[in-house]
T-cell receptor
Framework: GQQLNQSPQSMFIQEGEDVSMNCTSS?????WLWYKQDPGEGPVLLIA?????ELTSNGRLTAQFGTTRKDSFLNISASIPSDVGIYFC????????????FGAGTRLTVKP | DSGVTQTPKHLITATGQRVTLRCSPR?????VYWYQQSLDQGLQFLIQ???????AKGNILERFSAQQFPDLHSELNLSSLELGDSALYFC?????????????FGSGTRLTVV
């Protein structure tokens, strides 16, 4: 239960394009987190969302906590080559704050 | 540098062997989490320790064990290794015992079993 489904699995875009990816679940989450993993490194927290409907930005990144609490979206504007990596959504299983669930990730490739 | 230190960075060993992976959490963090990342499985939660005690267990095999020491560093022991255990093993830490604030990952240990 409380699986996180990310889409798309991978994206190949041109530098300068905007990117959208999303994460859905059949269960409600009270917190949504977005991480980025660079090749050969550990995931790094990009944005944390705590309230349904919340929209939060971090530079060119914008994430939203879906109003149903069952989804979240991450947008990257004007992509650059260093945006390459794997983007994970994550959230603690409701009622079990120690159990962080991760999506399978969206692998982003940016062509210069 | 995230502040979470994992050693070694790379490990190559034979099937049937036993290895120990080490993690030092970020200064001030009491919780340590271990994750396994393989190509087709994504990030799988293995186990969490909080201030020296086991707090939560995920999909950790019986051949694997972990502990957190009084100085808060943690070790993940993998024994009777199989080819399928080849993966990246990440340690993460957080200040509190829960994960709602997100946590900080180390750079990982890449384990190759041959």
């Amino acid at each position: 239960g409380q699986q996180l489904n990310q889409s798309p699995q991978s994206m190949f875009i041109q530098e300068g394009e905007d990117v959208s990816m999303n994460c859905t679940s059949s269960s409600i989450f009270n917190t949504w987190l977005w991480y980025k993993q660079d090749p050969g490194e550990g995931p790094v927290l990009l944005i944390a969302l705590y309230k349904a409907g919340e929209l939060t930005s971090n530079g060119r990144l914008t994430a939203q906590f879906g109003t149903t609490r069952k989804d979240s979206f991450l947008n990257i504007s004007a992509s650059i080559p260093s945006d390459v990596g794997i983007y994970f959504c994550a959230g603690p299983r409701t009622g079990y704050n120690n159990d962080m669930r991760f999506g399978a990730g969206t692998r982003l490739t940016v062509k210069p | 540098d995230s502040g979470v230190t994992q050693t070694p960075k790379h490990l190559i060993t034979a099937t049937g062997q036993r290895v120990t992976l080490r993690c030092s959490p970020r200064s001030g963090d009491l919780s340590v989490y271990w994750y396994q990342q393989s190509l087709d499985q994504g990030l799988q939660f293995l186990i969490q320790y909080y201030n020296g005690e086991e707090r939560a267990k995920g999909n950790i095999l019986e051949r694997f064990s972990a502990q957190q020491f009084p100085d808060l560093h943690s070790e993940l022991n993998l024994s009777s290794l199989e080819l399928g255990d080849s993966a990246l093993y990440f340690c993460a830490s957080s200040e509190e015992g829960d994960t709602t604030g997100g946590y900080t990952f180390g750079s990982g240990t890449r384990l190759t079993v041959v």
